[in-house]
Nanobody
Framework: EVQLVESGGGLVQAGGYLRLSCAAS????????IGWFRQAPGKEREGVSC????????YYADSVKGRFTISSDNAKNTVYLQMNSLKPEDTDVYYC????????????????????WGKGTLVTVSS
């Protein structure tokens, strides 16, 4: 059974930083995409950043480019999202999600393409 467990959310002032972690277990796929999605109340879930296991390619939403960095530690089966220069509009519940048996990171474009989801971690950025 695939499990994704997020951690690292919290309250931070605008301009600050946080690092989210997603610990993955139960993966049996050689190729997969894994990343971060977020959803504000009343809005559709959107892809923030993803990374591909097959080629290491990454995807970033335009709103976070230059501020967020995704990385993975395969030995620890953990994916990280370093979030710098946080803005109040980054306030959301952040979910870790993955899809197996695929290549590339552009799957991040469509949250409905993800097969596995964590329960989410809340990030609150105060102004």
């Amino acid at each position: 059974e695939v499990q994704l467990v997020e951690s690292g959310g919290g309250l931070v002032q605008a301009g600050g930083y946080l690092r989210l972690s997603c610990a993955a277990s139960g993966f049996t796929f050689d190729d997969y995409v894994i990343g971060w999605f977020r959803q504000a109340p009343g809005k559709e879930r959107e892809g923030v950043s993803c990374i591909s296991s097959s080629d290491g390619s990454t995807y970033y939403a335009d709103s976070v480019k230059g501020r967020f960095t995704i990385s993975s530690d395969n030995a620890k089966n953990t994916v990280y999202l370093q979030m710098n220069s946080l803005k109040p509009e980054d306030t959301d519940v952040y979910y870790c999600a993955a899809r197996g048996a695929v290549r590339g990171s552009m799957w991040c474009n469509n949250y409905r393409a993800m097969d596995y989801w964590g329960k989410g971690t809340l990030v609150t950025v105060s102004s």
